[in-house]
């Protein structure tokens, strides 16, 4: 398979705290990969440094033949990088259909903004009926369909996900999980960073288990769920209150 990004020997953290310590990562043209770690295990960090919100201290990283780490955040996004952040950040003054259109301002988008519209409300037809109503009136589960709506409005080649489980009930998990699957049909990479490991392996092809900043396992969703360490690390503790997750294609079963 032919990479799209690739991070290699990564180091990056905030002031003289390191947190990623020679990470190397790497997602491949119409896949989904879940990067899974506890809590300091740089997850984010990693998402931050992809997006150009922070910058490494060493390595690379680069996406689809372009050095990223040579052109700024909103150049990220034009060549096709679109991230839905952890805990959604809606602009919750501004109704659901303008923060989808902020979504789309980015010159390769926004000559399709219409019919991107239109896919983005069939992914998530609770949109629609809320489409004039504030963002900050949603529930937390309709921000984070908006948030992973506002990031599709970007047409990504590579959609980044941050924590799309964070604090939705276990119905509303599902019902997130399953537009993500329907988004990795479509064959747009996906990056997905989460907690809720049965969640992110419902939906991922191969994983990659993050322990202080470094790769501490790697490989196929199928190996990686039988591994002993994972099991034990995030297996056990991530199914929400009693509830599993099938592979991808089975989220309704």
Do not use: W
Request: hydrophobic share 45%; with cysteine; aromatic share 4%.
């Amino acid at each position: 398979m032919s990479a799209l990004l690739e991070l290699k020997n990564l180091h990056a953290g905030y002031g003289d705290s390191v947190v990623l310590n020679g990470l190397n990562i790497t997602v491949n043209l119409g896949e989904v990969v879940a990067i899974l770690g506890a809590n300091g295990a740089g997850k984010t960090t990693t998402m931050r440094v992809i997006t150009g919100l922070l910058n490494p201290t060493a390595g690379d990283v680069m996406f689809d033949g372009i050095d990223l780490l040579k052109i700024p955040a909103h150049l990220r996004v034009e060549a096709g990088i679109c991230l839905s952040p952890e805990g959604r950040q809606v602009f919750p003054n501004l109704s659901v259909e303008d923060n989808l259109i902020l979504g789309s301002y980015c010159p390769r988008s926004r000559s399709r903004r219409k019919e991107t519209l239109a896919e983005v409300f069939d992914l998530f037809p609770r949109l629609i009926d809320r489409r004039k109503q504030s963002a900050g009136l949603l529930s937390g589960g309709e921000q984070q369909m908006l948030a992973i709506g506002r990031a599709m409005m970007g047409r990504p080649k590579l959609l980044l996900l941050d924590e799309p489980s964070l604090g939705l009930a276990p119905r509303l998990v599902h019902v997130v999980f399953d537009a993500i699957a329907q988004i990795a049909s479509s064959d747009i990479s996906i990056l997905i960073v989460e907690q809720n490991t049965q969640a992110a392996l419902s939906v991922a092809e191969r994983g990659y288990v993050i322990v202080h900043g470094e790769v501490f396992e790697e490989a196929p969703v199928s190996e990686l769920m039988n591994l002993d360490s994972v099991k034990k690390a995030f297996i056990g503790s991530a199914t929400t209150k009693g509830q599993t997750f099938a592979k991808r294609g089975d989220l309704d079963a």
